[in-house]
């Protein structure tokens, strides 16, 4: 079992990165990542410099297919989450999808796990969500047995866009800012929690079905900053901004950046008031929750992991 080829599309990213982490302490030691963040990659090869991390535009046909003959499980990582150009999510959710389902098909390859979101069900309206939606319904469709798992916001290891980079802007500045009140239910999931579902499916050769992974905690926006903060020993000043001159300061900031680390979008995603789903995950996958608090020292604090970051 720990011999059988791995294929992960898209693997550079966060789940990527924290998945062959646990995967080698397992003891696998055939992995293949194929993504196109350049840096994302270099940060893959100099912490784990001996599996097979290589450069690839999953949207466009090429060499990068060879990968897949022979392999034994694809687990389809790759996703657009965060920009302004809506033809970057319908390449990078859409299209790579396509074309990874054909290679998986073409192959024979016997198991696959589809990353999906919990953006799926949620009210918002936005490049992500839609993008979203329609990837999980190709994959279902495409006639390919696998179990679709839809995570929550996610946070731990190497993370730059999320809790990773809240934390570092409170190392940075005095003043971090809040939008209006703060109190917008999250229910942030352990990554570490969520690859050790994902190995569970591959261990376990769970065959379909569509699982909900949610946080098993709901805490508001404020309360995941104020932990934040304690883990990180950070001394910013909390300071809460009324909204709409919230989202204005992040409109402004999106016409100097191409690629800014919160967007509109995902700002009113925030205040959507969603509520997921809670299922007993660790009773289906045998896989135990990390409380929030837990979680977040661990990812702010672990000697080998914590001090290594991603790009955007």
Not at 7 to 33: C, D, E, F, M, S
Not at 66 to 82: N, P, W
Not at 119 to 147: H, W
Request: with cysteine; proline share 5%; charged share 20%.
């Amino acid at each position: 079992m720990k011999n059988k080829k791995i294929v992960l599309p898209g693997g550079a990213g966060l789940v990527g990165q924290n998945l062959v982490a646990r995967l080698k302490a397992r003891g696998y030691t055939n992995i293949i990542v194929l993504d196109k963040h350049k840096a994302n990659l270099a940060v893959l090869k100099e912490v784990q410099p001996d599996i097979t991390a290589e450069y690839a535009d999953l949207a466009e046909p090429g060499d990068w297919r060879r990968h897949f003959e022979g392999a034994d499980i694809v687990v389809m990582l790759q996703a657009q989450i965060g920009g302004n150009d809506y033809q970057d999510f319908v390449r990078n959710n859409l299209d790579s999808t396509r074309l990874i389902l054909e290679a998986v098909r073409t192959n024979t390859i016997p198991y696959l796990v589809h990353i999906s979101s919990s953006v799926v069900e949620s009210v918002a309206d936005d490049f992500y969500t839609n993008t979203k939606k329609e990837q999980e319904r190709m994959v279902l469709e495409s006639g390919i047995a696998c179990p679709v798992l839809r995570p929550t916001l996610m946070f731990g290891w190497f993370d730059r866009k999320h809790l990773g980079w809240l934390s570092r802007f409170m190392q940075k500045s005095p003043v971090f800012p809040i939008p209006g009140n703060g109190c917008y239910m999250r229910q942030p999931l352990y990554v570490g929690d969520f690859c050790n579902i994902i190995i569970s499916c591959i261990e376990n050769r769970i065959k379909d079905g569509v699982f909900n992974i949610s946080g098993h905690e709901k805490i508001d926006y404020i309360d995941m900053i104020r932990e934040i903060k304690r883990a990180t020993g950070a001394r910013t000043v909390l300071l809460k901004i009324p909204y709409g001159l919230f989202y204005y300061l992040l409109w402004v900031w999106s016409l100097f950046d191409k690629k800014p680390p919160f967007t509109t979008q995902q700002l009113a995603a925030l205040i959507a008031r969603d509520e997921f789903e809670v299922i007993n995950w660790p009773g289906i996958f045998g896989v135990p929750y990390t409380p929030f608090a837990q979680a977040v020292h661990e990812t702010f604090n672990d000697p080998a992991y914590s001090h290594v970051a991603m790009e955007f």
